[in-house]
């Protein structure tokens, strides 16, 4: 069965959460093959080479913007017949998409944070994301992949879209993050940003829907505390880095490679990650099967993936957050019975069985 695996969001140097998804996807299903013929399609108007993903590519060069406006307003080109013909399209991300009939169409959905909160994106953002939706995509997939039962919940509740075209495939943290590191090797992390002895850590892009805010005005009550902030980019996010150049416990480092991301979390006393609203929370299953102990937000998937390994706050509450890292920064009982916690829940995602869930949806 020859299978087409959208590549688009991995044109990108600097991943994201989307594409280390679809990363990770790519080199396991890879690895499981099954006899299936995969194509990594992509399209960039720069030169682009994504031969290390190992697969036989087809790279077009398109502008994106023209691209996209064909595909969202006339159907074409059809991407399948445009690679060359394939029974399946596999796109890891909402995307614009067009297949011909005969192609089966499987889409992941890792969140609608742009219909829950729109006023968290810029106006470019919520028209993209619009056109999206008005193309039909979700309309047109055979089968639709989501990351959470929350996010299943928001397809059905929010785009009417049936209980039986959605299946939901938990995503999984790497063996990188279970692996013991060694101390000269946590040392050179620490290092290499320049990190405090002790802190707290915030990973994602400075962006509203992560609630940077909502903690860093929670540190106003703990002037005792440090917090880490890794991550790159964002928008609408101005006060936020007003007040970090202001403070002097807060520390961005910037955008963090994969590679030194479990030492970043090995060294915290716990992760902070207060959002508004997550698809599933990537960086709260990093946290567990790194034995960091993690604060999340009570609401979307969030708990769904915590469980009762950390503690679960109000974004909204500025007490309800400050008390919660005051309880993690100074319980070191309760860090390490949740560190305990945390790996045994994380054995729960797997990429392998990511992979092989996303496989099996893809084929039948």
Avoid at 3 to 26: E, P, Q, T
Avoid at 193 to 211: A, G, I, Q, T
């Amino acid at each position: 069965m020859k299978i087409i695996f959208d590549g688009r969001c991995l044109m990108d140097a600097k991943y994201s959460g989307v594409s280390w998804y679809a990363h990770n996807l790519s080199q396991r299903l890879r690895q499981l093959n099954g006899g299936h013929d995969w194509l990594l399609f992509a399209n960039s108007s720069k030169p682009a080479d994504l031969s290390d993903l190992g697969y036989p590519t087809k790279i077009f060069h398109y502008p994106n913007k023209l691209l996209n406006l064909f595909l969202g307003f006339t159907g074409r080109p059809q991407l399948d017949k445009l690679c060359g013909g394939a029974a399946a399209f596999f796109a890891p991300n909402l995307n614009f998409i067009s297949v011909s009939d005969s192609c089966r169409l499987i889409v992941a959905v890792h969140d609608l944070s742009f219909l829950v909160y729109p006023e968290f994106f810029t106006f470019k953002q919520r028209i993209w994301h619009k056109l999206i939706l008005t193309s039909g995509v979700l309309n047109r997939a055979d089968l639709i992949i989501a990351d959470s039962e929350n996010t299943k919940r928001d397809l059905i509740d929010l785009l009417r879209l049936p209980a039986e075209k959605i299946r939901v495939v938990y995503l999984g943290a790497g063996e990188e993050y279970r692996q013991e590191i060694p101390p000269e090797e946590l040392e050179a992390i620490k290092e290499r940003y320049d990190l405090p002895e002790k802190f707290l850590l915030f990973v994602s892009s400075p962006e509203p829907r992560k609630n940077l805010l909502g903690v860093l005005r929670s540190l106003d009550k703990l002037p005792e505390v440090n917090l880490v902030v890794a991550g790159a980019g964002g928008w609408k996010n101005r006060q936020e880095l007003r007040i970090i150049k202001n403070s002097g416990n807060v520390k961005m480092i910037g955008y963090v490679p994969e590679a030194d991301k479990p030492a970043l979390y090995r060294l915290a006393r716990a992760l902070v990650y207060p959002s508004f609203y997550e698809g599933f929370g990537l960086p709260i299953l990093e946290a567990l099967a790194s034995g960091c102990p993690v604060i999340a937000g009570n609401n979307s998937s969030q708990g769904e993936v915590l469980g009762d390994c950390g503690l679960l706050v109000d974004p909204y509450d500025i007490n309800s957050i400050a008390e919660a890292m005051s309880e993690l920064w100074r319980n070191d009982t309760l860090r390490v019975e949740f560190s305990i916690r945390g790996r045994e829940r994380a054995k729960m995602f797997d990429w392998d069985k990511t992979a092989g869930e996303t496989l099996k949806s893809i084929v039948s």
